[in-house]
């Protein structure tokens, strides 16, 4: 059995010494002291991981220049910064390059053999996808995934899309249907056409043949002639979401225009030719609802001519962190907040999530995590501390209850509000002072120092703080 290989790029020789004596027995290893002579062979080498020292005390490199070269080469391999006494910010500037993730000097042995196997796992999975998907880059095009499911799916979309078959796609709400409408009629002969989309469920049943088929003039006091959604739609994608909602009146309709490609404004009497590609999505069981009387078996077979089914959030366990991650980079660029990542406490807790509302609910609690975090990485407070909507109930306005959380989250949870607190308490009595604040809490710097970068508190916010 192959042992993986791992390279460690640290100028300090007894530091890699001791490594390696605590890593030899499960990984191959190799090192160099030198970030020129290192970066060579790991060009050479093709290591499975990278550890890496953050500062070279007698190099022109530091460990963010060094990491800067490994990311431009041929197929990266995950690396993990090693940190001694560096500032907060260059570690978020090496997790914004790139960095796996990183460990603050003295590595802790259970927290780095850890760290290592999930670096050995992201690394693997990323050749897998590589070697099953040498143009990933055509095939997901701008839909962020990393889940074989839903590669299966986007293959799906591309299939039909240079095809004129009526799609129908399934799959419950915030899996991301509208997308995989867009992807298809971009990727289809009437993607220089219009695309025009209606959610049959936004408009009462009087309304919603208006909003579709349109309505001629007089056809109630006071209109005009009016294009619908279908005719909008001409050498183009009309888009209809939640169409199990449609009313049945407006089914009937919508059958004669898919068979015969004509309608009939409200109001009018005289037919119209249309020529458009129909892409339907429900979140609606719509077997059941034919089964009920509320959605017509003829139409349902009408529009199922293709079908795509997307699977939930949970469903698709290898998009969650890199939805997360992207949701993360794209709102703390919006926001201006110098972010590196995710407390580990917080993405175990993202992937112990069902995630009920899929990719939107991901979305709005990293969006809200954005807005919370004070520091350079996201902890449990900032993510899930203060949602009505999420399963941590909160209280009279005070401090989020844990009852509903399993017992080991809500420990984790209560245990990081109160290191915090506490940290950012000392941190402020001392005005930003490390060695100060860690004399108060009666610890070494090095190790208040650690608890800091686990809990993203950055000691510059606290030094124009004065103790009361």
Same mark, same amino acid.
């Given at each position: 059995m192959n042992c993986p290989r791992l390279f460690l790029l640290d100028d300090d020789p007894d530091f890699c010494a001791d490594l390696e004596a605590v890593l030899g027995s499960r990984?191959?290893?190799?090192?160099?002291?030198?970030?020129?002579?290192?970066?060579?062979?790991?060009?050479?080498?093709g290591p499975d991981v990278v550890l890496l020292d953050v500062e070279f005390e007698n190099s022109d490199m530091n460990g963010v220049q060094i990491?800067?070269?490994?990311?431009?080469?041929d197929n990266p391999p995950p690396v993990i910064m090693l940190s001694g006494r560096t500032r907060v910010s260059t570690v978020v500037e090496a997790m914004k390059l790139g960095a796996f993730h990183y460990v603050i000097k003295p590595a802790d042995p259970p927290e780095l053999f850890n760290l290592v196997e999930r670096a050995l796992v992201s690394g693997r999975n990323k050749r897998q996808i590589l070697a099953q998907r040498g143009e990933l880059g055509r095939l997901t095009g701008q839909?962020?995934?990393?889940?074989?499911?839903?590669?299966?799916?986007?293959?799906?979309?591309?299939?039909?899309?240079?095809?004129?078959?009526?799609?129908?796609?399934?799959?419950?709400?915030?899996?991301g249907k509208e997308m995989i409408a867009r992807r298809i009629h971009d990727g289809s002969n009437f993607s220089s056409g219009p695309y025009v989309g209606i959610n049959c469920s936004a408009f009462?049943?009087?309304?919603?043949?208006?909003?579709?088929?349109?309505?001629?003039?007089?056809?109630?006091?006071?209109?005009d002639a009016r294009m619908g959604k279908l005719e909008l739609a001409a050498g183009g994608t009309l888009f209809m979401d939640e169409v199990g #909602?449609?009313?049945?009146?407006?089914?009937?309709?919508? /059958?004669?225009? %898919? &068979?015969?490609?004509?309608?009939?404004?409200? +109001?009018?009497?005289?037919?119209?030719?249309v020529e458009c590609r129909i892409v339907a999505a429900t979140s609606r069981d719509l077997a059941k609802a034919i089964a009920e009387g509320r959605f017509r078996e003829d139409l349902y077979y009408r529009l199922n001519i293709y079908r795509i089914q997307l699977p939930t959030l949970s469903q698709r366990p290898g998009d969650i962190m890199v939805l997360a991650r992207h949701f993360l980079d794209q709102y703390a660029s919006e926001n201006a907040r110098p972010i590196a990542g995710f407390s580990p406490a917080v993405e175990e807790?993202?992937?112990?999530?069902?995630?009920?509302?899929?990719?939107?609910?991901?979305?709005?609690?990293? #969006?809200?995590?954005?807005?919370?975090?004070?520091?350079? /990485?996201?902890? %449990? &407070?900032?993510?899930?501390?203060?949602?009505? +909507?999420?399963?941590?109930?909160?209280?009279?306005?005070?401090?989020?209850?844990?009852e509903s959380l399993p017992?080991?989250?809500?420990?984790?949870?209560?245990?990081?509000?109160?290191?915090?607190?506490y940290c950012a308490n000392r941190l402020r009595e001392a005005s930003g002072n490390v060695s100060k604040a860690a004399e108060a809490s009666g610890v070494l710097r090095q190790s208040f120092q650690r608890k800091l970068r686990e809990l993203g508190l950055d000691p510059d916010d606290f030094k124009s703080s004065k103790s009361a």
């Open positions: 990984y191959n290893i190799e090192m160099a002291h030198e970030p020129d002579a290192g970066l060579k062979k790991i060009g050479e080498v990491l800067e070269h490994i990311r431009a080469m839909f962020i995934c990393g889940d074989e499911s839903m590669f299966r799916v986007l293959e799906q979309a591309d299939t039909v899309a240079n095809t004129t078959a009526t799609v129908l796609i399934t799959g419950e709400t915030g899996t009462p049943a009087d309304l919603i043949e208006s909003e579709i088929f349109g309505h001629g003039k007089a056809s109630f006091p006071g209109a #909602e449609a009313p049945l009146s407006l089914q009937v309709k919508l /059958l004669r225009a %898919l &068979g015969e490609k004509n309608f009939v404004r409200l +109001g009018e009497n005289v037919e119209r030719q807790r993202i992937l112990q999530e069902t995630w009920p509302g899929n990719v939107r609910e991901l979305r709005n609690f990293v #969006e809200r995590a954005v807005i919370n975090c004070r520091g350079g /990485l996201v902890g %449990l &407070g900032d993510m899930f501390g203060a949602d009505p +909507g999420s399963s941590v109930v909160v209280g009279n306005g005070a401090e989020p209850q844990k017992l080991k989250a809500a420990s984790d949870q209560a245990k990081e509000e109160r290191e915090r607190r």
